[in-house]
């Protein structure tokens, strides 16, 4: 028997907390924090203990699968699957141009070493189009950045909530999804400490809202109205920084005057809250030395969502509460997740989408527009795809748009570690090593002042006949006839063959990092030794384990690498958003009046058991096995719904069955539906012969059975995943 303790990082959500894993014979035994990572210091959540379940299950690919005419897969060689994949591309490219080709995903919650080779597939494929579940979340938001600060690649952390006065969670559940180092600590910290505070702004009395001094409970869908108010209410209180509106932004006197005439009380009503409590908030917001805001899916995925981002970053640029210690800050990152899309001079963009024009944002595409980009009859239709790290047949919304549209496509592949449903639909599937079967990196690295970066080195064998990604896209790119990555020739002592490759762009990234921020980085106690260069000494810290890359003062935050506007301010005013936000005032009182469908539905919410589609045997969750539907008992009576008992919960997109549980802290009208359920998993292992076995659903709804792609926000096209109206019938 081989045992062994390594060390290597969760990959279940975007904090990657370092961790100490005992392996026996491939399987992993028992694990603990690891005390020595820069940003978790030992801390982890109650998910990890599970990996095994990531790790070792039925539905792990060890081969290169081809799908044969009777939709039964066979397994071929390595050798053939890159050969007839590469062809197929050359020839679609040949024919219709590398417009007719896209990529999905590249990289999840912690493979984005591997996924960043995605882009010299890319390019030898000679497509722009990347699609990416990014844009189905952070897109809008990453827009408005791009307006305010100059660079849609500019990115708010919420990493200085461990020295906030106050912080405001909008749309957010952190005791459940993290979403910060340390996250439930941070929080019993506030809790416990009289002289800070916490509010939460949420429909629903969550746990972290459970802890809060103040919880606002906003009507589903109606945020854009509670924070115009509380805007107004800042501004004709005089609670906003003038000293630094002046010295740091422009734009602030057509801003204020629209701000000034919000009719408060009409914009309170529409939100559900009480003028009473956003003057409250005003209040804590005006006293508090330092105050941190932090949003996420609550505010991203349902109505209105890239008007949410740009008031949810005023209030905590007009309040001041920008660049010092305990209030919003921004981050470099040694290997940027994304890009900035800049239109052209006549304000157009070169890499619309065929059918539906859309632009990139942050250089990445909409899952929302996807399935409408392929099932055309237009000549630019998209006829070719590669999917990695991703499930967009589960994850991306209206699952059946998806399956009739992947259905179609000319060439789908599947580059996965499990046979998902997407792989399913593929014409080619890759088996892909898992993260702890090669060199990875944790790449949400979003710390100011300090800032940290995490190298993992495999800790298995790698699944036999599985390969890294960056090997696939090596071979692929040769097979097309164009040139393939060089490996690393430095460091050789230190790297076996796959490292060498993964780790060649990144060497240079590290070394980029270096020069640019050459004095955070030497603050961080990264030392040359004789004759070697700044860089180098911070890649040879790096291949050692998790380390603090940089230490920047908070006076760089104004440099022109984060300001990335000529005259370095914050420009306040944006006419599209203006816009929007003078159209909510003629929508008042627009709402659905409820007849047809009652309620309002959260599809897909972090809940204790869950972690995306990253674990697919059901047996790893120890509770909320049916991933019940959550309701307030109240609500579920006038209904005749049974706490415990099944029922039929439909939408305008379509309908499924779920288990109703009675949960006193969701709000009436509100229901909610876990992410992360209804996977296919089949004990017995890939059948391929019975692909029946295969396709059988476990426990819980797959929410985007639920969901439609025409539902999401208008101009960055996110989907409004937490406004989904429905209605419930019991059975
Ligand atoms: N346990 C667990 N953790 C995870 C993940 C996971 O699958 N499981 N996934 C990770 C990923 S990819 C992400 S993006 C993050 C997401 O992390 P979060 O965004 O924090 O998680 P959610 O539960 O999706 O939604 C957040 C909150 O929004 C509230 N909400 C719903 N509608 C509204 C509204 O109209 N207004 C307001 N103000 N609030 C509303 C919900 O009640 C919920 O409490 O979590 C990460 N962490
Ligand atoms: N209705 C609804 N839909 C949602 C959400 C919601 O709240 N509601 N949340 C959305 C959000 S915020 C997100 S981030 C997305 C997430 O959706 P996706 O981007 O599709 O990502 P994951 O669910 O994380 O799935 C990751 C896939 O990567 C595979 N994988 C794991 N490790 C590796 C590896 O090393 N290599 C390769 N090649 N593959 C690997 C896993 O097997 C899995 O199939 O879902 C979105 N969808
Ligand atoms: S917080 Fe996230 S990364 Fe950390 S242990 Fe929990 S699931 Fe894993
Ligand atoms: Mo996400």
């Not at 081809?66 to 062809?87: L, R, V, Y």
């Not at 952390?157 to 909008?170: G, M, N, P, R």
């Not at 992947?406 to 088996?431: G, M, N, Q, W």
């Not at 109703?660 to 292992?685: N, Q, T």
Request: glycine fraction near 8%; aromatic fraction near 10%.
């Amino acid at each position: 028997m081989t045992s062994y303790k390594a060390v290597s990082s969760c990959i279940l959500c975007d904090n990657n907390c370092g961790i100490e894993i005992q392996v026996e014979n491939r399987e992993f035994k028992s694990f603990k924090g690891h005390k020595a990572h820069p940003a978790s210091e030992g801390y982890v959540c109650q998910k990890p203990g599970r990996l095994n379940y990531y790790q070792n299950h039925s539905l792990r690919l060890t081969s290169p699968l081809k799908k044969q005419s009777d939709g039964s897969f066979q397994e071929i060689s390595w050798d053939q699957a890159i050969e007839e994949i590469a062809e197929k591309l050359l020839e679609i490219r040949g024919t219709h141009t590398g417009k007719a080709l896209a990529y999905y995903g590249g990289g999840g919650q912690g493979n984005h070493l591997q996924g960043m080779h995605g882009s010299f597939l890319r390019k030898a494929m000679g497509t722009r189009y990347v699609y990416s579940s990014l844009a189905q979340e952070k897109t809008g938001d990453f827009w408005v950045m791009g307006k305010l600060f100059g660079g849609q690649d500019v990115h708010a952390t919420a990493d200085q909530i461990k020295h906030a006065d106050l912080v405001v969670f909008i749309g957010t559940n952190p005791w459940m999804a993290h979403g910060f180092p340390q996250s439930r600590n941070v929080l019993k910290d506030i809790q416990n400490d009289p002289n800070r505070q916490m509010v939460v702004i949420d429909p629903k009395r969550t746990k972290t809202a459970e802890m809060a001094d103040l919880h606002i409970s906003v009507k589903p869908g109606q945020d854009a109205y509670l924070l115009a108010a509380l805007l107004s209410i800042l501004t004709r209180n005089n609670y906003v920084d003038m000293d630094f509106i002046q010295s740091k932004t422009v734009g602030w006197t057509e801003l204020e005057a629209v701000l000034r005439n919000i009719p408060i009380s009409d914009f309170c009503k529409q939100a559900g809250v009480e003028p009473n409590a956003l003057q409250d908030l005003a209040n804590r917001i005006h006293k508090a030395k330092n105050v941190v805001v932090r949003h996420d899916l609550g505010l991203e995925q349902s109505l209105h969502t890239t008007l949410n981002s740009y008031l949810e970053k005023l209030l905590w640029i007009l309040t001041g509460n920008f660049g010092r210690q305990g209030t919003v800050v921004l981050h470099t990152s040694p290997a940027p997740l994304i890009g900035h899309s800049e239109p052209d001079e006549n304000g157009d963009y070169s890499w619309k989408t065929a059918v539906t024009g859309m632009f990139p944002i942050s250089g990445i595409y909409p899952p929302n527009v996807l399935p409408l980009e392929i099932d055309t009859d237009h000549p630019g239709r998209i006829r070719g795809l590669i999917v990695d790290s991703s499930n967009p047949l589960v994850t991306a919304a209206d699952s059946k748009a998806y399956f009739k549209a992947f259905s179609k496509l000319e060439l789908l592949v599947t580059i996965d570690t499990a046979f998902t449903e997407t792989a399913r639909l593929s014409h080619y599937v890759l088996p892909a090593s898992s993260q702890f079967e090669k060199w990875e990196a944790s790449f949400f690295n979003f710390g100011f002042p300090e800032n940290h970066f995490h190298l993992r080195k495999p800790i298995l064998e790698p699944l036999p006949n599985t390969l890294t990604e960056s090997e696939i896209y090596n071979r692929l790119v040769s097979a097309m006839g164009e040139k393939p990555t060089q490996p690393l020739q430095k460091f050789q002592d230190k790297l076996d063959e796959p490292g060498r490759l993964v780790l060649s762009p990144l060497y240079l990234l590290i070394r980029r990092y270096a020069s640019v921020h050459s004095e955070a980085v030497m603050r961080a106690g990264i030392k040359p030794k004789q004759g070697q260069t700044l860089g180098d000494a911070l890649f040879e810290k790096i291949l050692e384990g998790p380390t603090t890359i940089s230490i920047h003062e908070y006076s760089d935050l104004w440099s022109g690498y984060f300001m990335k506007h000529k005259d370095k301010k914050i420009h306040l005013y944006i006419p599209e958003m203006i816009e929007s936000l003078k159209e909510l005032s003629d929508d008042l009182n627009k709402e659905n009046n409820g007849k047809e469908y009652p309620f309002i539905l959260m599809a897909g919410e972090r809940r204790s058991y869950n972690a995306n589609h990253i674990i697919r045997n059901p047996e790893w969750r120890k509770s909320d096995k049916n991933g019940a539907l959550h309701i307030h008992p109240e609500d579920a009576q006038k209904y005749g719904l049974i706490d415990g008992k099944k029922a039929v919960c439909e939408t305008p997109f379509g309908k499924a069955e779920v288990t109703i549980e009675y949960v006193d802290s969701a709000s009436l009208g509100f229901i909610s539906l876990p992410h992360g359920y209804g996977m296919s998993y089949a004990e017995k292992g890939l059948n391929l012969k019975n692909m029946e076995e295969t396709n059988q659903a476990t426990p819980g709804v797959r929410v985007n059975m639920l969901t439609g792609i025409s539902h999401c926000d208008p101009f960055s096209k996110t989907p409004y995943h937490k406004y989904i109206p429905a209605k419930l019938i019991p059975i």
